[in-house]
């Protein structure tokens, strides 16, 4: 487990006022292989809609839900991909090189 912290903006002090941050709370009570697929659908989300919402404070966002899969990916690979469509990670890997409109 790791703290991962970005702007305000993108990573608040609400999410940070316990002892843990609240990620890291769902990979207790949930599991990896759901916190990295919620991961993977939080980037998805921000990337969606960032053109008609917060523009680069959503892709900002994003990148912090692709680090963290990254992270996950990183303890657990095989247990990850094993359970993550693999359309989805190819959208996560081109990401983390810039987004394409």
């Given at each position: 487990m790791g703290v991962y912290y970005m702007s305000d903006?993108?990573?608040?002090?609400h999410y940070r006022q316990e002892k843990i941050q609240?990620?890291?709370a769902m990979r207790y009570i949930f599991g990896d292989i759901s916190v990295a697929n919620f991961c993977?659908?939080?980037a998805f989300?921000?990337?969606?809609?960032f053109e008609d919402k917060n523009g680069d404070e959503d892709i900002d966002k994003a990148k912090w839900y692709i680090a963290e899969f990254k992270r996950l990916l990183s303890e657990?690979?095989?247990?990850i991909l094993a359970d993550l469509p693999q359309n989805m990670y190819d959208v996560m890997l081109d990401a983390e090189y810039g987004i394409k409109k």
């Amino acid at each position: 487990m790791g703290v991962y912290y970005m702007s305000d903006a993108i990573n608040p002090a609400h999410y940070r006022q316990e002892k843990i941050q609240c990620i890291d709370a769902m990979r207790y009570i949930f599991g990896d292989i759901s916190v990295a697929n919620f991961c993977v659908c939080n980037a998805f989300k921000y990337l969606w809609r960032f053109e008609d919402k917060n523009g680069d404070e959503d892709i900002d966002k994003a990148k912090w839900y692709i680090a963290e899969f990254k992270r996950l990916l990183s303890e657990n690979a095989d247990d990850i991909l094993a359970d993550l469509p693999q359309n989805m990670y190819d959208v996560m890997l081109d990401a983390e090189y810039g987004i394409k409109k």
